[in-house]
């Protein structure tokens, strides 16, 4: 019953950016507080027509991909889908990294966790990761850096930003570059596994829970 | 020769390392710390004064003087109109002596040649008219009792001489009865007296009048000299009671301009025209004092509204460890192991703290406080400033350096305000530098010693030639509508400048700005507090 609840709450978080996006592009304040009446409702339609704009571009780039990677075969990452769902975690809070991996491992997860971006993208060349998640703001390089690698290099990988600031330009940029999906800071454990576990059925893994 | 400190404590990553270092001195302006007289005790203090206006003063004044010349006038007039009077009483006095020498005449060559004696009696007669007509006159001068005497040894020579031609004379040339005789002789005793009367009279007369026309000589000289007097009081008056304030105000708007807001203090016993301008005066500059306050707490404001934006993304990072760990705790807490727990309650009691800190520099900065002049080491300040926009500095990917000079005095200042000094100027250049860079805090005392040389050095955009004068205006800004209020500058100088200090600007478009704040070493403190004098004192 509540996981059933958090697994919607994970769903909706894709499609809250994508309404800011929307209220962005539209010219309005972040989600249009100041909004009244029949403005609402137009700048609404608005919202979710781009949202489905949105949506349609990142499903045909994933489609793409999915064509790219069924003709090209061999890519850079090694075999893609083991017997668990592989996760790299990559944030530079060593708590971050020390609870999730806790968290994950214990429902049969193979985590790897990093805190410095490079040696992070070094060890995407090396092993294939199911699912990267990672912090988007990192001194050096940040999350959307390592999307654009991930999205460059791993074919079957799926990427999860965890976001604490991030602006409406950065979330665009990230959901059009690919990302499967953001998670606000602060989260709970089973937030994460709950979008972790989209991103997995998306793979084709069956449920991990 | 490069020493290293250690990084500021706390979890700021961006706070400077700081390299000690000597030399490199900047130039330094001298100007004092001005003395705090409270302007509600200089305004009091202006009040309190009796009040004499100094129109009153002046009114009183002139009115003196032309009562004094009007008087001159009265007097003159009235001394000129006796002096006439006394001249033809005079000329009276005169004239009735010479009667009484021709009766006399007549009396004698009666009794010598046995002339006719009509001619004395006509001229005893002349004299009674001129007595009859003068008579107040002669009264006023020698009294109503001499007065009466007079006309009676007149009345007694005149029936003297009445007598006398009753008598029988024969025509050849007879012997002089014993009647005769006796008459010629009272008439000769009564005409001495008479004569020597007049004569007296005469005399007294002529003195009276020599001596007031010695008495009305020097009166005018007298009023004159006195209204000259008058006249140079009220010219030093007007000087010292309207020119020499005047002055003064001119001094004290001079040392307003260049935003010395002390109040004015007269050193007037009374209190005048002057007292309401300057009571005018300090209550602009209170006013003025106000605004800029309001200026600074507005812009306090933004900048509080800046970090806020950075604290609450920094807050997010702590309360995410917390938020994951307690509910791993919870999830797990019975399969944990004890030191698994432990070191998972450790870390919740680590982050807590970490975000108690993060939110107390902010809390700290924005708190509303009074103004409290401490000394302070520059230093200190400058970190404490670079703690709380840590935030902001990660977020635009600057580097800060700092390089301090070994040994450097401590400064004398209002804490909070000097961090919203540097705290602009390092959200200013963080600003100018949109694609990340350096900044560099250099501080270092000044060649005199006399003040602490705080420089920020960006490598960020620069500022135009002809914008530099212009940064340091109210409301100047080359940011967006939403981004810049162009207070930060001149709240900065502001507050710079009531510290004693300046602030000093130096550019190049493209390479980048440096902002150096000069502020005034602290000396003894008590030394500081009341220091220092209006200038115009
Ligand atoms: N370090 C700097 N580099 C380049 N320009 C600067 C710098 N500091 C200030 N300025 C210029 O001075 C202007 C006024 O600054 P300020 O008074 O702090 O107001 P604001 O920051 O709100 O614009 C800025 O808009 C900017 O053009
Ligand atoms: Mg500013």
Redesign the interface.
Same mark, same amino acid.
């Given at each position: 019953m509540e996981k059933k609840e958090h697994k919607e709450k994970a769903t909706t978080q894709f499609d809250d950016w994508m309404i800011r996006i929307a209220f962005a592009e539209a010219g309005e304040p972040e989600m249009g507080f100041r909004l009244t009446g029949s403005e609402i409702e137009r700048k609404t339609r608005l919202a979710l027509d781009k949202i489905m704009v949105v949506r349609s571009e990142r499903q045909k780039a994933e489609g793409e991909s999915e064509v790219a990677a069924n003709l090209g075969g061999e890519g850079v990452a090694a075999e893609p889908r083991g017997e668990r769902l592989r996760v790299m975690v990559l944030d530079d809070e060593p708590i971050v990294g020390r609870r999730l991996h806790q968290a994950l491992s214990k429902q049969g997860i193979e985590v790897e966790v990093f805190e410095d971006p490079r040696s992070a993208i070094a060890r995407l060349g090396e092993a294939h990761f199911d699912v990267v998640v990672t912090d988007f703001r990192m001194e050096e390089i940040n999350g959307v850096q390592v999307l654009e690698y991930v999205t460059a290099h791993c074919k079957h990988t799926r990427v999860i930003l965890i976001t604490g600031y991030a602006t409406v330009e950065v979330a665009r940029e990230a959901l059009v570059k690919g990302a499967f999906d953001f998670i606000a800071k602060p989260f709970k454990p089973r937030d994460l596994r709950a979008v972790i576990n989209k991103a997995a059925l998306s793979l084709g893994f069956t449920t991990i829970e | 020769m490069n020493s290293r400190t250690p990084p500021a404590p706390g979890h700021a990553p961006a706070s400077a390392v700081w390299t000690a270092r000597a030399g490199a001195q900047p130039p330094a302006s001298s100007r004092a710390v001005s003395a705090e007289v409270s302007p509600d005790e200089a305004q009091a203090a202006l009040q309190e004064r009796p009040s004499l206006s100094i129109r009153r003063q002046l009114s009183v004044g002139f009115l003196l003087s032309l009562l004094l010349t009007l008087a001159l006038a009265i007097v003159s007039m009235l001394m000129i109109s006796r002096i006439i009077a006394k001249l033809a009483f005079l000329e009276a006095a005169t004239n009735y002596t010479f009667e009484i020498q021709e009766a006399r005449r007549y009396e004698k060559n009666y009794f010598l040649y046995h002339t006719d004696l009509s001619g004395a009696l006509e001229h005893v007669r002349s004299a009674r008219r001129i007595l009859d007509e003068e008579g107040r006159n002669i009264a006023a001068v020698i009294g109503q009792a001499g007065f009466d005497t007079m006309t009676g040894h007149l009345k007694a020579y005149e029936s003297l001489l009445s007598r006398l031609p009753k008598m029988d004379r024969g025509p050849a040339a007879p012997r002089e009865t014993s009647a005769e005789t006796q008459i010629e002789g009272q008439l000769r005793e009564q005409g001495a007296q008479i004569v020597a009367v007049a004569e007296d009279l005469v005399w007294k007369e002529r003195n009276s009048v020599n001596s007031m026309l010695a008495i009305s000589q020097p009166v005018p000289v007298a009023f004159l000299g006195i209204l000259i007097l008058l006249m140079v009081y009220l010219a030093t008056f007007i000087s010292k009671r309207v020119l020499s304030p005047l002055n003064r105000m001119m001094a004290a708007t001079r040392r307003i301009a260049q935003g010395d807001f002390t109040p004015l203090v007269l050193r007037r016993k009374y209190r005048d025209e002057f007292s309401e301008l300057a009571m005018a005066m300090n209550h602009m500059m209170h006013q003025v004092v106000y605004r800029q306050e309001l200026l600074v707490t507005t812009h306090k404001l933004k900048a509080v509204g800046t970090l806020t934006?950075g604290v609450?993304?920094e807050l997010?990072?702590p *309360?995410?460890? *917390? *938020?994951?760990?307690a509910?791993?705790l919870q999830?797990?807490f019975q399969e944990l192991d004890r030191e698994k727990c432990l070191e998972m309650i450790n870390?919740l009691v680590a982050?807590s703290e970490r975000a108690q800190k993060i939110v107390r520099n902010l809390l700290d900065f924005a708190r509303e406080s009074e103004v409290e002049l401490e000394s302070h080491q520059v230093q200190q300040v400058v970190e404490e400033t670079l703690r709380l926009a840590s935030n902001q500095i990660?977020?635009a990917k600057v580097k800060v350096e700092g390089i301090v000079e070994e040994h450097l005095p401590p400064i004398y200042g209002d804490r909070q305000q000097l961090e919203q000094v540097f705290l602009n100027l390092v959200l200013n250049a963080l600003d100018a530098m949109p694609e990340g860079g350096a900044l560099r805090i250099k501080l270092s005392n000044s060649e005199d010693r006399e003040f602490v040389a705080v420089q920020f050095e960006d490598t960020g955009i620069g500022i135009p030639k002809q914008h530099l004068r212009e940064i340091f205006d109210p409301f100047f800004t080359s940011k967006k509508a939403a981004k810049g209020t162009g207070l930060g500058l001149s709240v900065s100088l502001g507050i710079v400048q009531r510290h004693g200090g300046d602030i000093r600007v130096e550019s190049e478009v493209g390479k980048g700005t440096t902002f150096t704040v000069l502020l005034p070493v602290a000396k003894v403190p008590a030394n500081i507090g009341n220091s220092s004098e209006a200038p115009d004192s």
């Open positions: - | 934006a609450a993304h997010n990072n *309360i995410n460890n *917390i *938020i994951l760990t509910s791993l999830e797990d870390d982050e990660k977020l």
